[in-house]
């Protein structure tokens, strides 16, 4: 049965953290917007924007070394890690003015404070690390970083790293007392809670299969009701794909030209987690150390101090791995049904390119659980495998696109927001640094599809965010005033959530 339903203003597809940002932006912006939401599984943020999905990491660049290189010169860049803190504050001050408002309550649910650490041994690496210290701490962005090389010192912030260490490698961590702990999933939750109070209208279970443009310019979305079985049709002036590791296939389906040429790689993950409350108890910080040569970026180990559903847990891992799957409930059809004759040629440039990155993949899927525990030896050297149990976490989607610098069939390992040419559809593809930017990616799409009401709405976006549009890495005294700011109506204060750690 197929029947034509009602137009609507806005229709974003998924019930990620993408659409919820999406969504309670433009809700903001002009309340009158008749706004629905399509999403195939039964309740929001049950895919990459799960807690149990992601690392939950608030993406501020206090940790990851992946955002700093050495340049040729010697010197380090920290360039990337400042765009990365910059997109971090803009949804810092979003979220802050959301609970402000009123407009979601109880942050604690979502974010706590926790410190950022990044940790590395051996003689170079330890050097590196310092070399990266002096650089990041005289940036306005990074005050407050600390670095040590002092096993005493680090047997303070780090016990449950330091004791029992037996190897003499010269070991250092730099901390940033600014971290944070992000649940995602419950912020993606609170926003839809919000967005239906707001008369979004809010489908679960209905799938999007289809995409086409109407006559008029404007879209039909052809919709499965996965409880029924029916199959509707909805209009919609604009739509956002927010299908996470699903929206490369909705792109392809809009025919739009800028859709083209593209392709997914699908890489899946898996996390530890610590079942033991003594061991969890013992630990209090997000410590990221060096990916392994070879290795994509968003394998670069972690443990995690994480807070979900008001429990400390501890994490380890992601352990990157290979499956076709685009979504972590996707088929395994998935990415042989991404291959398009226009795409063909970019994946298989991508596949002859990335044979050793693929290799390393599978090889990842086949550690036995033992394999995995001697990765995790090197942060906990006495852990025991009887206190480690193994969870699938998200799936991730890279682009590979044409590059200039990197020719034919690139990966990518950020995040693309790819737009029609009139504005009317944008679909968000990639996925890191991922949540911890949605606002800011969210802005990129408002930016490029309604260039139109631009200027009427920015006094509305400074006043949610005020650093829109000014670097902050220029403003130190905004800075301050943001830190403290967001710190005081996210409940950040360090104090009152210092450490338990034994
Ligand atoms: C292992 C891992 C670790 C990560 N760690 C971090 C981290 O520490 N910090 C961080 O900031 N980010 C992290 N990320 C990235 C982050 O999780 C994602 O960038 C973010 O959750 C993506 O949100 P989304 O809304 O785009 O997608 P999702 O949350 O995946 O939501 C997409 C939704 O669309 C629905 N959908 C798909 N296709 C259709 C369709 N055809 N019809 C209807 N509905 C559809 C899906 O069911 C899903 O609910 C991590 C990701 C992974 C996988």
Not at 129 to 152: A, I, V, Y
Not at 202 to 231: F, P
Not at 364 to 393: G, H, T
Request: hydrophobic share 40%; proline share 5%.
């Amino acid at each position: 049965m197929s029947n034509r339903q009602t137009d609507t203003d806005v229709i974003l597809i998924g019930a990620g953290i993408m659409s919820a940002t999406l969504g309670t932006l433009l809700k903001e912006l002009v309340p009158n917007w008749k706004i629905t939401v399509f999403e195939k599984l039964a309740s929001p943020g049950e895919e990459s924007s799960n807690e149990w999905n992601n690392a939950g990491t608030g993406h501020a660049a206090l940790c990851e070394l992946n955002y700093t290189s050495v340049k040729p010169d010697g010197s380090i860049d920290i360039s990337k890690a400042i765009s990365v803190n910059e997109q971090f504050q803009v949804s810092m001050q979003f979220w802050s003015y959301l609970v402000k408002s009123n407009l979601i309550r109880n942050p604690q649910d979502f974010i706590m404070p926790l410190p950022h650490m990044s940790m590395v041994q051996g003689k170079e690496d330890v050097a590196f690390l310092k070399k990266r210290f002096e650089t990041m701490s005289k940036n306005p962005l990074f005050q407050g970083m600390e670095f040590s090389d002092d096993p005493k010192k680090l047997m303070e912030w780090i016990p449950l790293i330091m004791k029992d260490r037996t190897s003499d490698e010269p070991i250092a961590a730099t901390k940033m007392d600014s971290g944070t702990d992000v649940n995602f999933g419950a912020l993606t939750r609170m926003l839809f809670e919000h967005l239906k109070s707001k008369n979004v209208g809010i489908h679960y279970k209905h799938s999007v299969d289809d995409i086409k443009r109407t006559s008029d310019g404007a879209w039909e979305l052809k919709i499965r009701n996965l409880s029924s079985g029916s199959v509707e049709r909805h209009t919609a002036k604009f739509v956002f794909i927010g299908g996470g590791g699903g929206s490369l296939p909705l792109l392809q389906k809009t025919g739009i030209p800028e859709g083209k040429h593209i392709g997914g790689f699908p890489i899946s993950g898996l996390f530890m987690v610590c079942n033991n409350p003594e061991v969890v108890a013992q630990h209090h910080a997000k410590v990221y150390g060096k990916a392994k040569v070879g290795a994509p970026p968003m394998s670069v180990p972690h443990l995690d101090t994480r807070f979900i559903d008001n429990q400390k847990s501890l994490l380890f891992g992601p352990f990157a791995g290979f499956s076709p799957k685009f979504l972590k409930t996707g088929s395994m059809f998935d990415l042989l049904g991404s291959v398009k004759p226009n795409n063909v040629l970019t994946m298989l440039a991508a596949g002859a390119k990335n044979l050793s990155l693929t290799k390393y993949l599978i090889q990842q899927v086949m550690l036995s659980k033992e394999k995995r525990m001697e990765e995790l030896r090197e942060f906990i050297p006495n852990a025991k495998i009887e206190d480690w149990d193994m969870l699938v976490a998200g799936q991730r989607v890279q682009v590979i696109k044409d590059t200039e610098a990197g020719g034919k069939g690139t990966l990518q390992f950020g995040t693309e927001v790819v737009t029609a040419g009139d504005g009317s559809i944008a679909a968000l593809l990639g996925a890191s640094p991922g949540a911890s930017t949605a606002v800011s990616v969210m802005l990129e799409v408002i930016e490029k599809c309604f260039p139109q009401h631009a200027k009427a709405w920015e006094p509305k976006i400074r006043e949610m965010i005020p650093s829109y549009g000014a670097p902050l890495m220029k403003n130190p005294g905004l800075i301050r005033e943001i830190h403290t700011s967001t710190e005081r109506t996210l409940g950040l204060n360090r104090g009152l959530h210092s450490a338990n750690v034994m």
